[in-house]
């Protein structure tokens, strides 16, 4: 046998190598490409893959034997080469298939084994093809170890390469082609070759050409495989980047999801299409932990969940479970239909949950299990505040107008009347000022009780604010409604214990029927109030029903207040003066100014008259103010310097106003503050004492006296007068009509005067008309008087020459 190495090239021996090599890399890489797809794309790269190892091992056998040198040319045989390139193609595609499309290591080692069987045929078509003279001789022994072993290391090439060891899987398959083709020319004798007539063959030259072209195609493709798995490579990265950022949003998304669901305050559940739960959340447990236990809620279907938070758990032919399940049927057709719903339930445990159904896009739905108890007590609390007087818990003006106006509607399509009732408190401001405003919040509460307690139907209490209340009675007899009339007085004059002191209370009703005395709401209350100031009005009355003179004189008294505004406007007022003088020495000692109004149309008004209307309607400041401007410019005129009186009115004693208004005066005028003397009722100053005292220490700093008025009436307190230092008593003239015959009244005088004594403040008498009284008067002490046989009130002769200039003056 020759040596095998020194009878080749060794040049070619490197090409050889390296074009094996190569073509084994791009064949394993191309292998590793068939597996990662299916179909179609698969069947491409196993045939690509297939086509270039059969060009790897034909263009590595051809080549080799181009670099034997036997010592003769040699040629081939074109339909041989042809033949052998095809075979090899074959086979491999062969081994290819069977190894991409397997399963397992045995497989994939079989469709390598094939592999190298196309290795073991080009070496018998390749041999075919050549010509040459002679006989091969061949060493079968060592043929067969070298293409055993050729198939072994084939099979272990695909297996490496498929398990992702391509340059491993490519070095062992390249080993495996070079190995058994110069292993073959090993086993082959040639010493009994030699040369034949190369006429219609392929020369050497000829056949270096097509392997020349046949191992750049095989490098070709070699490089394009590479290319493509580098544009793989970096697609599988990109998309691995992708999957990995696609992977941390889900992930984050999913976290965020985990703590959105178990932190939130609702339940959240997740039905199928089925209608069996396939997600919720902590909440639940935390909702309805004592219905459901420690069960898994998952796969449970919706009206069984339903019916188990529900608490409805007796057996299916008990009533209420059959009711519950028909309503749960009910609400699941409606959300498989495409409707949300949303609703309340309220549990045995006296929870208020909230239910809301939404139906989502694949058939399923999401539900929201809210415990809503807190929420709703809220509201109901809200709404019965905004109808509901916060003290009494009676209902309040706003819910009473829609009684009224409910109560219009009914009486006006049916026989059935109702009466509006106005409720007024006698006296109630006395109880705060005397005993404070808790027991009077206490008197309040207590008389809603009493007044709302065994109400019948068709029958309204509600207090409409301060010690305002008001009452609706349906009714079809009229004894029914004196009845609930009497119980309301019983309710209001009575006796309440409070925590500190007893109290008596009284009250004023006044009554309106519809539609005798109106046919709306305005009118019924306007006329029930005009009652029930008709009944206040009256000594001898606690109930008072509405007649129709009371419009009368509440039109009167509208079209006065009116009037009395026109006179503030046009100076319509004067000032009458009565003298007062020295009971001892007969002098006189000053001026009391007295309001007169000549109103157009109807004649002198007394002051009794038009005062508490003026009072009501709020004209009383502007004519105070007027008053006591215009009689201080005309005693400034005056040539005799005595002091004037002026009364001041109970509101405008409640006004911080009336302090600026004194001290402007006193300054425009120029009438010395000495000469001034503001006459104030004990009764204007109870209305609000510590004000009242508070706006009168600042007059008196001024140097203006100030004196108490009707002395005698009202309250006769001695705490006020203990209160404030007044300058003078004045008696009131009701005690001097008889003072002269009665020893009652003289005997009251007779304390007033001593009380004047030893207070140190002198005592003026009003209403003295006789000289018996005047006896009396002086025989007891007393310091000053004023009345009829005095002087009467009128004009004084000085004030006279100023009057058209105060009317210019506007004043």
């Known amino acids: ?21 190569v073509a084994a890399y791009g064949s394993t890489n191309l292998l590793r490409k068939s597996q990662r797809h299916t179909g179609v794309a698969q069947a491409i790269w196993i045939s690509v893959a297939s086509v270039l190892i059969g060009l790897g091992i034909w263009a590595t056998h051809f080549i080799g034997a181009l670099a034997w040198n036997p010592g003769f040319a040699i040629s081939f045989t074109p339909g041989a080469i042809d033949l052998s390139l ?6 491999s595609g062969a081994g290819v298939a069977l190894a991409t499309r397997g399963d397992g290591i045995g497989i994939r080692f079989l469709g390598g084994a094939v592999v190298g069987l196309a290795m073991a045929s080009i070496q018998i078509f390749g041999r075919a093809g050549t010509v040459i003279g002679g006989t091969i001789g061949w060493n079968l022994p060592l043929l067969t170890v070298v293409v055993i072993v050729g198939m072994a290391l084939a099979g272990l090439a695909f297996v490496v390469a498929m398990r992702r060891h391509i340059t491993a899987g490519a070095l062992l398959l390249g080993v495996a082609t070079y190995g058994m083709n110069f292993g073959a020319m090993a086993a082959a004798d040639f010493s009994n070759c030699s040369a034949l007539p190369a006429i219609g063959k392929i020369t050497s030259e000829m056949m270096s050409v097509g392997v020349t072209v046949i191992s750049l195609i095989a490098l070709t493709i070699t490089f394009a495989s590479m290319v493509l798995e580098e544009a793989d490579r970096r697609r599988a990265e990109t998309e691995r980047q992708r999957q990995l950022a696609d992977a941390e949003q889900i992930t984050e998304v999913t976290t965020l999801f985990e703590l959105a669901t178990t932190h939130m305050a609702q339940g959240l559940c997740l039905f199928g299409r089925d209608g069996h739960l396939e997600f919720h959340n902590n909440r639940i447990s935390n909702l309805f932990g004592d219905r459901i236990g420690d069960h898994d809620l998952i796969g449970m279907h919706f009206r069984d969940l339903a019916l188990a938070l529900q608490g409805t758990s007796r057996p299916v032919a008990d009533a209420p479970r059959e009711e519950a399940e028909h309503r749960i049927d009910g609400i ?44 709703q007590r809220s509201q109901a609390q809200v709404a019965h505040l905004a ?3 916060p003290l009494t818990s009676l209902l309040n003006r706003a819910a009473f107008n829609e009684r009224v106006d409910a109560a219009v509607s009914i009486a006006s399509e049916t026989d059935v009347n109702f009466a509006v009732v106005a409720i007024d408190l006698d006296r109630f401001k006395e109880i705060n000022d005397s005993y404070g405003h808790l027991v009077g919040d206490q008197v309040l509460k207590a ?13 309204t209490i509600a207090r409409l604010g301060g010690d305002e209340f008001a009452a609706l009675k349906m009714f079809t ?18 006796r309440i214990v409070t925590d500190q002191v007893t109290v008596s209370t009284a009250g004023s009703i006044g009554v309106a029927v519809f539609p005798d005395d109106g046919g709306d709401r305005s009118r019924l209350l306007n006329n029930a109030d005009l009652a029930m100031y008709r009944a206040k009005a009256e000594f001898d009355r606690r109930l008072c029903y509405y007649e129709h003179d009371m419009d009368e004189y509440a039109r009167e008294r509208r079209a006065m207040s009116k009037d009395l505004w026109l006179a503030v406007e046009n100076n319509g007022f004067h000032l009458a003066y009565q003298v007062q003088k020295s009971v001892e020495s007969d002098e006189i000692t000053g001026y009391e100014v007295l309001l007169r109004w000549n109103r157009p149309g109807h004649g002198l008004v007394p002051p009794m008259d038009f005062i508490p209307i003026a009072e009501e309607s709020g004209a009383i400041t502007a004519i105070g103010a007027w008053v006591l401007r215009t009689a201080c410019y005309a005693a400034a005129a005056w040539p005799e310097k005595y002091k004037i009186a002026v009364n001041i009115s109970a509101v405008q004693l409640g006004q911080m106003e009336l302090v600026t208004t004194v001290r402007d005066v006193l300054l425009q005028t120029g009438l010395a503050a000495s000469r001034l003397e503001l006459e104030v009722t004990e009764t204007s100053i109870i209305a ?20 108490i008025d009707d002395f005698g009436t009202g309250y006769s307190s001695l ?22 015959n009665n020893d009652q009244s003289k005997a009251i005088v007779r304390a007033i005067l001593a009380l004047g004594k030893s207070l140190s403040v002198p005592v003026l008498a009003e209403g003295v008309e006789t000289s018996s009284q005047l006896d009396v008067l002086r025989a007891e002490g007393c310091n000053e008087a004023q009345g009829y046989f005095l002087g009467r009130p009128g004009d004084i002769l000085w004030t006279s020459s100023v009057t058209p200039l105060l009317r210019k003056m506007r004043l």
């Open 447 to 459: 008389l809603g009780t009493r007044l709302s307690t065994g109400l019948k139907e068709g029958e």
């Open 387 to 389: 109808y509901h007087d």
């Open 688 to 707: 609000d004492k510590q004000r009242a005292l508070h706006i009168l220490r600042q007059i008196k700093a001024m140097g203006v006296s100030v004196a």
């Open 477 to 494: 007899s009229i004894e029914s409604l004196r009845e609930f009339l009497d119980r309301i007085e019983s309710a209001l004059f009575a």
């Open 332 to 375: 699941i057709s409606k959300i498989i239909s495409g409707e949300t719903c949303d609703y309340m339930r309220t549990m045995n445990d006296g929870r208020i949950i909230r239910f809301q159904h939404s139906p989502i896009v694949d058939g399923g739905w999401v539900t929201t299990i809210d415990d809503v108890t807190s929420e």
């Open 719 to 740: 705490d006020t007068l203990r209160s404030f230092p007044f300058d003078k008593i004045k008696i009131d003239r009701s005690f001097m009509a008889d003072v002269d």
């Open 1 to 21: 046998m020759n040596s095998l190495f020194p009878a080749h090239d060794p040049r070619l021996l490197a090409w050889a190598a390296v074009v094996c090599l």
């Open 86 to 91: 095809l075979v090899a193609v074959l086979i």
